[in-house]
């Protein structure tokens, strides 16, 4: 069990963090999105859905950046 977290396994725990990641960070990136959409006009389903679609591919490069700059320093070898 210890060899699953070693330097050798990081990309792994890179993109299991990133997955865990995804949804709630891209509600909350959607709901920023649509909450200024509505300030700005009338917003319908159309547009919401490209908000999501777009909120999605935000999220998605958000995430997979933050997991593997903290997995990197995770698993950087100490002292």
């Known amino acids: 069990m210890d060899v699953l977290f ?3 396994f990081a ?3 890179a993109l299991v963090l990133a997955l ?3 949804l709630p960070v891209r509600q909350l990136i959607w709901v ?3 909450r200024r959409a509505m300030r700005s006009g009338d917003v319908d389903e159309e ?3 490209r908000l999501r679609r777009r909120a999605g591919v935000t999220s998605a490069l958000l995430c997979f950046v933050f997991a593997y700059f903290y997995t990197s320093h995770l698993f950087q070898s100490g002292p």
């Open 20 to 22: 865990a990641l995804f």
């Open 47 to 49: 547009e919401r859905l």
């Open 11 to 13: 990309p792994l725990w």
């Open 32 to 34: 920023i999105y649509v």
């Open 6 to 8: 070693t330097k050798t």
